[in-house]
């Protein structure tokens, strides 16, 4: 029997093997995929039965072009992407194909934070104080208002990128210049938000709702580097989580107050004073290999259900396993140029894998120094255990078993508390 066909849009960069091979995987296995993407595929020709090209994806006309091409090809059943950049134009392409989706202004909310926070108050989902600026003498008012210490970011980015804290007014000026490069590469906004600064620690919720009825997955606890800067450098999920009932409500209140009505979603936020504080929502299976640690932990399938839930069918949500996994991101502690990079000893049955993104002769260049995930991040190791504390603990003991040289950037005082390998 023919299966059905469900058109995949995704970003083809040099990682998307190593952070969404396993999606492309997952899926594959049940639908026959067509994928649009910007560039000429490789590692995913296996997975498809057809690939069409096009030089920017986000772009709703040439997204537009391609995809009524490939319908007129293929019966298709359903198109969606995991890739955050291409949300709003996989939306409008659902649209015009009269294919199942959540709206495109629904869409445009959870990549627009600043549609968001308003969403959040009109429909009393506890969030953070937020103001969006144009300029310095804006930003510096808007932290007054809210007091310090205060969080500058992008309305409209992610993996956060030009996201910083500024404690006092003396540190507002660069922090604002800091978001502000980051804001101008923004496509559904380009000013920057000055937000209070929600002190606790932080989890995302990973979220599947299908034809308005939302089911909380799992809970991710995140491991995030120290001030300024809010890299993240570890998650752990683990399937018995006493935190779930907790974060649970917050989560459902907050994809009630953007309208999202079906898809997998990622919800972030703060634990302050033990309460749950909003702080986005990505419209998508989360990013840094949390879908996988979920299966691992779970067996709950996210880019299975986000492709059937994409064509229309209830997903299968049904938990199968009960233990946890954790991702180590490996970070240096100083920018500069990689010497050398390598994981010693036979790797134990619990080290689900190892992989490195940067080889010797790269530049790793840290936040502090211009840098962003994609220059500073050498790569991640994941680990499995019955529960959260030992995949953690072997997550540690794994990372003492790697070997990284690097010789430091020329004047660069970028050592950052936190981010170690």
Request: one cysteine or more.
């Amino acid at each position: 029997m023919s299966r059905p066909v469900v058109l995949v849009v995704a970003a083809a960069d040099m990682e998307a093997e190593a952070y969404r091979g396993y999606c492309l995987q997952s899926v594959a296995a049940a639908y026959d995929v067509i994928l649009i993407t910007g560039e000429e595929p490789s590692w995913e020709v296996p997975y498809l039965r057809d690939c069409m090209v096009v030089p920017d994806p986000a772009d709703p006309v040439q997204l537009s072009a391609a995809g009524q091409a490939l319908a007129e090809r293929y019966d298709l059943a359903g198109v969606f992407t995991w890739t955050e950049w291409y949300l709003v134009a996989v939306a409008r392409l659902a649209r015009q194909l009269g294919l199942p989706t959540n709206a495109p202004e629904v869409m445009q909310a959870c990549r627009n934070k600043a549609t968001s926070r308003a969403l959040f108050a009109r429909h009393g989902v506890p969030s953070a104080t937020s103001v969006s600026v144009r300029t310095r003498a804006e930003a510096e008012a808007a932290a007054e208002r809210i007091g310090y210490p205060v969080v500058l970011k992008p309305a409209a980015h992610a993996a956060s990128i030009g996201v910083i804290r500024a404690d006092t007014p003396e540190q507002l000026a660069s922090a604002y210049a800091f978001a502000e490069r980051a804001a101008g590469l923004g496509q559904e906004s380009t000013s920057v938000l000055v937000e209070e600064y929600l002190d606790g620690p932080e989890v995302s919720v990973e979220c599947v709702t299908y034809r308005g009825e939302t089911t909380v997955v799992a809970v991710t606890r995140k491991t995030v580097s120290d001030p300024p800067y809010f890299e993240e450098l570890g998650h752990c999920v683990d399937a018995a989580d006493p935190l779930l009932d907790v974060v649970a409500p917050a989560a459902r209140a907050a994809i009630r107050a953007l309208g999202i009505t079906d898809g997998v979603s990622h919800v972030e936020m703060r634990l302050v004073d033990g309460r749950p504080r909003l702080v986005e929502v990505n419209g998508r299976i989360a990013g840094d290999m949390i879908g996988h640690l979920v299966h691992l932990a779970t067996g709950i399938d996210l880019p299975r259900a986000a492709a059937d839930i994409a064509c229309g069918r209830a997903p299968d949500l049904t938990p199968t396993r009960s233990s946890a996994a954790a991702i180590q991101l490996i970070y240096p502690t100083v920018s500069g140029t990689l010497r050398r990079v390598s994981f010693d000893g036979i790797s134990p049955r619990w080290l689900d894998r190892v992989h490195f993104q940067h080889q010797a002769g790269d530049q790793l260049l840290l936040p502090a120094d211009g840098g962003t995930m994609f220059t500073a991040r050498i790569g991640y190791l994941i680990t499995t255990a019955p529960n959260a504390d030992l995949a953690r603990a072997r997550a540690d003991q794994a990372a003492h078993r790697l070997h990284i040289d690097i010789a430091p950037l020329a004047g660069s005082a970028s050592v950052t508390g936190g981010l170690a390998a």
